[in-house]
């Protein structure tokens, strides 16, 4: 199922109007005609990640024994993994720029973490707000006053 979001654009009115009376020439609603307007146009621009450099990914993903093990692998070929919410992105190394989403090589969050019996690195943290707030892992479930 494909997810959606809404996105506002600020467009001037002469070309809203173009919209508006191509959607009508069409018989669809303008989202609709900016939808497959969109897609035709993003199809021909070619892909940020090379065939080559997208078997290297692919190798690290199926090598990997861990995340760590993962990110190393990544690394060597010039990417790297960020957390960003929910989702994971591969970005390059080291400028840190954004490059596309797991989902779009065939990976999921869900799968990686159960692939790798463990959540994404820094993810439990920055969920709990404990990043945040100051409060580091190490101290968690200890109580003032009292030996570890």
Do not use: Y
């Amino acid at each position: 199922m494909t997810q959606h979001r809404l996105v506002t654009l600020r467009l001037p009115v002469d070309l809203i109007a173009k919209i508006e009376s191509a959607a009508r020439l069409h018989e669809e609603t303008p989202a609709e005609l900016i939808r497959s307007a969109l897609s035709e146009a993003l199809q021909d621009v070619p892909s940020v990640v090379q065939k080559s450099q997208m078997a290297v990914i692919s190798a690290a993903f199926e090598s990997a024994q861990g995340w760590l093990d993962l990110q190393a692998k990544l690394r060597k070929s010039g990417f790297v993994l960020r957390l960003d919410g929910e989702r994971l992105g591969l970005h390059e190394w080291p400028s840190d720029h954004f490059v596309l989403w797991v989902e779009e090589i065939g990976q999921s969050l869900a799968e990686l973490m159960l692939q790798f019996r463990a959540p994404f690195p820094g993810a439990l943290s920055r969920k709990a707000g404990l990043v945040a707030s100051g409060v580091s892992q190490s101290s968690l479930g200890r109580r003032p006053g009292r030996a570890a």
